[in-house]
C-alpha cells in the first residue's frame, strides 16, 4: 500500500485547463495501474481515466474522452490528469486511486471496486 497525494486542483472558467497530479508519497509504485475517478454532491462516484503502470495502456470514461489525457512518470512515481475545454458538469472531487492486481479485461480498470488505495481527493470547480 502506498499513500496517494493529490494536487493541482481549483476554480477556472469552461474552457480553461487544470493538470492534476497524484504522487505515491516518495514510495516505488509496484501496482498494476493507477487511476482517477470523480464524484459531485448528490452523485456516484464516476470513472474518469486510468493507466497500466507498467505497459501505458490508458482508459477514459465516455464524458471525458478527447478532453482529458492520464500520462505517468515512473522516475517520480506519479501520475497526471490534464483537462482540457473544462466544463461546469467537470465540476467534482477528483480523487486518485491505484490498483494491484492484474485484470484481464480492461473493464476491471474503469470499477472502483478494483483500486485499492485511494488518494483524498482534490476539489475541481468549472464556473460557466
Known amino acids: 500500500q502506498v499513500a496517494l497525494v493529490e494536487s493541482g486542483g481549483g476554480l477556472v472558467q469552461a474552457g480553461d485547463s487544470l493538470r492534476l497530479s497524484c504522487a505515491t508519497s516518495?514510495?516505488?509504485?509496484?501496482?498494476?495501474?493507477m487511476g482517477w475517478f470523480r464524484q459531485a454532491p448528490g452523485k456516484e462516484r464516476e470513472f474518469v481515466s486510468a493507466?497500466?503502470?507498467?505497459?501505458?495502456?490508458?482508459y477514459y470514461g465516455d464524458s471525458v474522452k478527447g478532453r482529458f489525457t492520464i500520462s505517468k512518470d515512473m522516475a517520480k512515481n506519479t501520475v497526471h490528469l490534464q483537462m482540457n475545454s473544462l466544463k461546469p458538469e467537470d465540476t467534482a472531487v477528483y480523487y486518485c486511486?491505484?490498483?494491484?492486481?492484474?485484470?484481464?479485461?480492461?473493464?476491471?480498470?474503469?470499477?472502483?471496486?478494483?483500486?485499492?488505495?485511494w488518494g483524498q481527493g482534490t476539489q475541481v470547480t468549472v464556473s460557466s
Open positions: 516518495g514510495r516505488t509504485f509496484t501496482g498494476n495501474a
Open positions: 486511486a491505484a490498483a494491484y492486481p492484474f485484470y484481464s479485461s480492461s473493464y476491471h480498470y474503469t470499477e472502483a471496486s478494483s483500486y485499492d488505495d
Open positions: 493507466i497500466r503502470w507498467s505497459i501505458g495502456n490508458t
